[in-house]
């Protein structure tokens, strides 16, 4: 590896004002593009290329007239034309794609590293991070602070209707998913590091990505240096005991921040008072407010930016005004439509305590419905048999599991696969009448033999789910 030309973060801020064109290198991933898009509102000329080109970030690249290429057709000279190389965490270490960028002779960072230096660095930066719930609480607060009348800038990564996945904004704050996942192949440090954060949203701590992280005293150093950067202060769940022994180190550098918590089980709250059709009122801080959102794990997201709102000094009344219509980030406890009459939930849950809470949320939501789970274990560590009690726990709200069987094994080198055999039959030994499915048409015959009219269909991936959603089953749901 040589890092000749490699810029850290700080080394770009300190050289930023010299760049001026720009190359994304494999442009693509859902934070290359929005990062791509962000420096382009900066007024910088940015291009990008990838491999291959699908929707919606195709889509959402040509829509901004970022000229995008194949980059098949790109070598040395073609990229010497540019100030800087932004590389995307795709790039495998030891690749040709890793040996072009580096022979080249242009400065190549991170897409983190980029963000923080041409975006960040000039903003009052709000960091919402965690294991569970970054996506939906950063939406929230994007949604909140633009009824607040703030026209906040955002980087979310999801998708919304209706809106791209990041904007400039042109009010105070910058409202930014903040993920523990490493940056690229020369950067082996969580992507937040490199974000310039002032005030921290920390949702949950746990242990997860075991692809990269050996155990949760790694994700908790990252996070430690994370709290060592923060400039104004912290709002954080209280009820994950990682983050209390975070906390509760006492480091010199905390005393200088504000930190308030919230939790289920903290003195603050939230506490919920009634749920309904129309949504939940609660109480936090021994104040009751309502909004249409439901589910514990959402009120405690959307508790978190209040607890931030009121500490910028908006007022209960606003507030109230701000939380009352929210809508939810795609593929989060998402009403798909109905089949053949039966409400589906499309929900990107990849760890066994995101399944716990949304499969007790939509209880909640849809009382006395049976639930009808399809889980697919998708990601590296969902693969892995690290969670295999754990997510056997979490499947006791369900009424029913169909298991996707995993299309390859886990990439994390020190576990074993998921058995989700035994699982199935666990289940069905408590009467939670469970089964392996191998293929789509299975699925399809499964799922209509199960269905009745008291059934909820709830989809737990963050994939296609054998094809599921890729085939004449999106056509057959109703509106």
């Not at 898009?37 to 290329?49: D, Q």
């Not at 040996?99 to 960091?127: H, Q, R, T």
Request: aromatic content about 10%; hydrophobic content about 40%.
């Amino acid at each position: 590896m040589d890092l000749t030309h490699y810029l850290s973060g700080e080394q770009l801020i300190a050289k930023r004002d010299q760049i001026k064109r720009i190359f994304f290198y494999r442009v693509c991933g859902t934070g290359m593009g929005a990062a791509a898009c962000l420096l382009k509102e900066k007024g910088l000329h940015i291009e990008g290329g990838d491999t291959q080109f699908y929707p919606p970030m195709s889509d959402y690249l040509k829509s901004t007239g970022i000229p995008c290429h194949n980059l098949k057709d790109f070598d040395v000279k073609r990229l010497s034309e540019f100030d800087l190389i932004v590389v995307g965490n795709v790039v495998p270490r030891k690749s040709e794609d890793a040996a072009l960028i580096e022979k080249c002779g242009v400065k190549f960072c991170s897409f983190p590293a980029a963000l923080g230096a041409f975006v960040l660095k000039d903003a009052n930066v709000v960091g919402v991070a965690g294991t569970h719930g970054k996506t939906t609480t950063t939406y929230f607060a994007t949604q909140m602070f633009e009824k607040l009348g703030q026209d906040p800038g955002y980087l979310i990564g999801g998708v919304m209707e209706g809106r791209p996945s990041a904007k400039l904004g042109g009010g105070k704050y910058f409202f930014i998913e903040s993920d523990e996942y490493d940056s690229c192949y020369f950067e082996k440090f969580s992507k937040f590091q490199s974000y310039e954060i002032d005030h921290l949203i920390l949702t949950s701590l746990e242990f997860d990505h075991a692809d990269i992280f050996k155990d949760l005293d790694a994700i908790k150093l990252e996070f430690r240096n994370l709290f060592a950067k923060v400039t104004q202060g912290i709002t954080y769940c209280s009820d994950y005991q990682p983050i209390i022994d975070l906390h509760n180190e006492n480091l010199e550098h905390y005393k200088n921040l504000y930190w308030q918590s919230y939790g289920d089980k903290d003195q603050r709250g939230p506490k919920i008072l009634e749920v309904s059709d129309k949504g939940t009122v609660f109480e936090l801080q021994g104040v009751r407010y309502k909004s249409n959102v439901v589910g514990i794990h959402n009120i405690l997201n959307l508790s978190s930016v209040i607890l931030f709102a009121l500490n910028e000094g908006f007022t209960k009344e606003q507030i109230d005004s701000a939380i009352s219509d929210l809508k939810m980030v795609r593929r989060r406890q998402e009403l798909r439509g109905y089949y053949q009459g039966t409400p589906v939930i499309d929900d990107f849950a990849h760890h066994p305590k995101a399944v716990e809470l949304t499969l007790q949320g939509l209880k909640l939501s849809y009382p006395g419905r049976k639930l009808l789970v399809v889980m697919e274990a998708n990601s590296a560590t969902a693969r892995s048999n690290i969670f295999q009690n754990e997510f056997e726990q979490a499947l006791h709200h369900a009424d029913e599991v169909l298991f996707a069987k995993p299309a390859r094994p886990t990439s994390v080198s020190w576990a074993g696969n998921l058995d989700i055999e035994a699982m199935a039959k666990n289940l069905t030994a408590i009467n939670k009448s469970s089964l392996v499915i191998e293929n789509l048409q299975t699925l399809r015959m499964e799922i209509d033999k199960r269905l009745t009219d008291q059934s909820l269909l709830v989809v737990l991936s963050n994939g296609t789910c054998l094809g599921l959603w890729e085939s004449d089953f999106v056509q057959a749901l109703k509106a």
